[in-house]
């Protein structure tokens, strides 16, 4: 665990670690752009397969609308529910880390440690600052800490969900009922547009 704390800090004292420890960028915030990321991705990969099926002329044309049904409703499912997911299930693993991380003895350092830490600091560091401007410091280092890695344990866990959850689980069990209700939708337009096609010919005739 030791380790993984140093590489925590490491990360911590980059430009992007402090921004991310800023309390401006709250949970919410990382795991909306982590949200937002997965679900612009599909949502383009879904319009683009369901175009792709719907004119692939290598499928049987028998099959074409079930494919393409079969697209749109993975996208559709694997967006909706990630969307769900995430927000979710964002709160309620900010509480478990709260509850059982952040009180760890990795992340709660008692004032008195603190002071100990001072006492065996080198004179010359000492005479820069006092013991109650460097408990003030360390303190503000933890809790940035705790916040940054409050941060990645979330997204981390939400990313995990969306993509094991939603895409292995949820997903398959929904889709293909959902493609036989848009295949009808694709031949229930199909048939109306020759209808149309029909009724101009006879028109012009």
Avoid at 44 to 63: F, G, H, K, M, W
């Amino acid at each position: 665990m030791s380790k993984v704390m140093k590489v925590i800090d490491s990360f911590y004292n980059t430009n992007i670690g402090k921004k991310l420890a800023n309390p401006k960028a709250t949970v919410a915030t990382a795991a909306l752009i982590a949200t937002v990321s997965n679900v612009s991705k599909d949502a383009v990969n879904c319009a683009y397969y369901t175009i792709q099926s719907l004119n692939n002329e290598r499928i049987p044309e028998d099959q074409r609308k079930f494919v393409a049904a079969l697209d749109l409703a993975n996208g559709i499912m694997n967006v909706g529910v990630q969307i769900a997911t995430a927000f979710g299930l964002s709160k309620w693993v900010e509480s478990i880390f709260d509850d059982k991380i952040a009180k760890s003895k990795d992340f709660s350092i008692k004032e008195e440690v603190i002071k100990q830490k001072f006492a065996s600091l080198p004179n010359e560091l000492k005479k820069k600052t006092t013991e109650s401007q460097f408990i003030k410091d360390y303190i503000q280092k933890m809790e940035g800490r705790t916040k940054l890695a409050r941060t990645g344990f979330t997204v981390l866990f939400v990313n995990i969900a969306m993509q094991i959850l939603t895409k292995r689980i949820i997903t398959p069990l929904f889709a293909t009922p959902m493609a036989s209700y848009f295949k009808r939708g694709f031949e229930k337009a199909e048939a109306e547009k020759k209808a149309k096609e029909e009724h101009k010919l006879t028109a012009a005739a």
